[in-house]
T-cell receptor, first 109, second 115 residues
Framework: GQNIDQPTEMTATEGAIVQINCTYQTSGFNGLFWYQQHAGEAPTFLSYNVLDGLEEKGRFSSFLSRSKGYSYLLLKELQMKDSASYLCAVRDSNYQLIWGAGTKLIIKP | NAGVTQTPKFQVLKTGQSMTLQCAQDMNHEYMSWYRQDPGMGLRLIHYSVGAGITDQGEVPNGYNVSRSTTEDFPLRLLSAAPSQTSVYFC??????????????FGDGTRLSIL
């Protein structure tokens, strides 16, 4: 079967750096997305990786290794507003998105 | 800049009732989809559409119907509500056919409880 694994919950301190990992086993690979979802709200797009390497967008970066079936989202200079769930999603060989259950990130002052 | 609009935001139904969840987008997106989100699980695709007049089943289609008569609207129908359909439902849209790097834009969700 297809599977996306993320840690259920992580805690970090305001101003610090946190890395959220995502490992996947899917039938084929056609890109990986990261979304942010605040409690009670809709997911919003953060980043997209289809080739190996690092994509940087301001305080957020996303890394992909297709050979290892692995990605991470790196958040720098954490702010209280970064408290949210972070969803990893992989597009499989049929171009369907397979979603992880999400990582709830708690930021402490 | 409405984006994706879902109605209603909250709904309580009794087992066996039917209802339609509305979804409309004003971005002229071809690709639209319906997901359900349950605690401890990833978003699961119910149905999707790559353009007006075209719909297809996702991972968990049983108990749901969709239609796509216009580019803008993509309603989701619950035929006979069951407690297992208690969930948060999200409608999403994206440019083209959903195969590229275009992100999905989500509505605010419908929180549905079946008693």
């Amino acid at each position: 079967g297809q599977n996306i694994d993320q840690p259920t919950e992580m805690t970090a301190t305001e101003g610090a750096i946190v890395q959220i990992n995502c490992t996947y086993q899917t039938s084929g690979f056609n890109g990986l997305f990261w979304y942010q979802q605040h409690a009670g709200e809709a997911p919003t797009f953060l980043s997209y990786n289809v080739l190996d390497g690092l994509e940087e967008k301001g305080r957020f970066s996303s890394f992909l290794s297709r050979s290892k079936g692995y990605s991470y989202l790196l958040l720098k200079e954490l702010q209280m507003k970064d408290s949210a769930s972070y969803l990893c999603a992989v597009r499989d060989s049929n171009y369907q998105l397979i979603w992880g259950a999400g990582t709830k990130l708690i930021i402490k002052p | 800049n409405a984006g994706v609009t879902q109605t209603p935001k909250f709904q309580v139904l009794k087992t066996g009732q039917s209802m339609t969840l509305q979804c409309a987008q004003d971005m002229n997106h071809e690709y639209m989809s319906w997901y359900r989100q349950d605690p401890g699980m990833g978003l699961r695709l119910i149905h999707y559409s790559v353009g007006a007049g075209i719909t297809d089943q996702g991972e968990v289609p049983n108990g749901y119907n969709v239609s796509r008569s216009t580019t803008e609207d993509f309603p989701l129908r619950l035929l006979s509500a069951a407690p297992s359909q208690t969930s948060v439902y999200f409608c999403a849209s994206s440019e083209q056919d959903g195969t590229g790097d275009q992100p999905q834009h989500f509505g605010d969700g419908t929180r549905l409880s079946i008693l």
